[in-house]
Every structure is written in structure tokens, then in C-alpha cells.
Antibody
């Protein structure tokens, strides 16, 4: 089954870090870039960056540069998004999404809620 | 960054009637390298992940009913629903993938009257 399975919800304190995983299955992992998008409560969608599962190359949104790291583990077909120095406005649902062969976001994870609260 | 300005903020539509959502970009989204305009439209139903409706301006994604259509050029884009159905409720987003960082419109909430 073609899917992206994300890790469970997290609660973190301000200043801490969080690492969210996204495990791909049902397709050839290295063939498609995986992107991260977040959605704050009641708000719109914000693109965070992308990782190439084959090369490990990354592109990040300038806004998060220095705080976000996207990596991949080819042995488990999993990508990770780590966000450091968390603030309350990082509270959001974090989605991973595949940009497939037609250059579209054709597969999304269900999202991981990250709550930052003291 | 490319700013995507989406209007209206919300829309209440009678089933069977047409609906139209507009998206305007702060710069041309025509990719001069390949001639594509990388504008997609997504629908996010309550509690769900976004789902692709239209890609590259006007191509319907697999399984999307033909009552959905996308059009436009350069900086002005439109999503039309020819006959709204109850299952079409949710928030619609335009997105540009021509320039990094990728950016989304603010969303249009569609409700049924």
C-alpha cells in the first residue's frame, strides 16, 4: 500500500527540539523528493522544506533556516524533520508529502501534532 | 518570496450552483525553462490532509471529478466548480511550485447553504 506514516503527537517545552518521522512504503523511496508542510491551529499551510531521499540534499524555507534539519534513512525508507529552539508559534500539525513523478504532491501523511507549551 | 493572494476568504454555495475561487501571485509563475505554470489547487476537508485537485494550472488529478477545473496564466489563476456538491465542503488552497520557497494562498472556506 502506497502511504506515508508519520510518528505520533509530541508535546515539548519552549527551547526544546522535536524530531518527526515519516515512513514511506509501497513505492520506490529514492525516486521522489519528500516535503514538509505545517499548519498552525486554525491557520493555513506553510511549506518548510524538502529532502531528497537518494542524495540527502535539502532545501529549507529561509524563515526556519538554522532551526530545521531534514534527513533520511534509506535503510528504513524514513525521512525526519527536526526543529530546534521550539517556540509557542511552532505549535502546528506537521505533514510530510511526496512530490511524485508528475511533479505534484500526490501523497500526504496524516500529520503529526506538535504542541509547544510550558 | 512569491505571495499568493486568494479570494474570497469564504464562500457559501447552494448545491448545484457554480463556485469560483481566485488566486493572484506577486510575480509570474510561468517557468521559462519548460513553459509550465506550476500552480496547484488543493482541498483540505475537515480533519484531513490536503488532497490534490488541479496541478500545473489546469490538469485534473487522477480521480477528481470533471466539475473541477483550473485556468489562468502568469499571475492570475482560477479554480471553478461547475456544480457544487455537499462533499466539496472544506478549505481550498492554491499553491505555487515555480519558485522556492513554495508558497500557499491563505485558503478559501467553502460551505453549503
Amino acid at each position: 500500500q502506497v502511504q506515508l506514516v508519520q510518528s505520533g503527537a509530541e508535546v515539548k517545552k519552549p527551547g526544546a527540539s522535536v524530531k518527526v518521522s515519516c515512513k514511506a512504503s509501497g513505492y520506490i523511496f529514492i525516486e521522489s523528493w519528500l516535503h514538509w508542510v505545517r499548519q498552525a491551529p486554525g491557520q493555513g499551510l506553510e511549506w518548510l522544506g524538502r529532502v531528497n531521499p537518494n542524495s540527502g540534499d535539502t532545501t529549507y524555507a529561509q524563515k526556519l533556516q538554522g532551526r530545521v534539519t531534514m534527513t533520511r534513512d534509506m535503510s528504513s525508507s524514513t525521512v525526519y524533520m527536526e526543529l530546534s529552539s521550539l517556540r509557542s508559534d511552532d505549535t502546528a500539525v506537521y505533514f510530510c508529502a511526496r512530490r511524485g513523478s508528475a511533479e505534484v504532491f500526490d501523497l500526504w501523511g496524516l500529520g503529526t501534532l506538535v504542541t509547544v507549551s510550558s | 518570496d512569491v505571495v499568493m493572494t486568494q479570494t474570497p476568504l469564504s464562500l457559501a454555495v447552494t448545491p448545484g450552483e457554480a463556485a469560483s475561487i481566485s488566486c493572484r501571485s506577486s510575480q509570474s509563475l510561468l517557468d521559462s525553462d519548460d513553459g509550465n505554470t506550476y500552480v496547484d489547487w488543493y482541498l483540505q476537508k475537515p480533519g484531513q490532509s490536503p488532497q490534490l485537485l488541479i496541478h500545473k494550472l489546469s490538469f485534473r488529478a487522477s480521480g477528481v471529478p470533471d466539475r473541477f477545473s483550473g485556468s489562468g496564466s502568469d499571475t492570475d489563476f482560477t479554480l471553478k466548480i461547475s456544480r457544487v456538491e455537499a462533499e466539496d465542503v472544506g478549505i481550498y488552497y492554491c499553491m505555487q511550485l515555480t519558485e522556492f520557497p513554495l508558497t500557499f494562498g491563505g485558503g478559501t472556506k467553502v460551505e453549503i447553504k
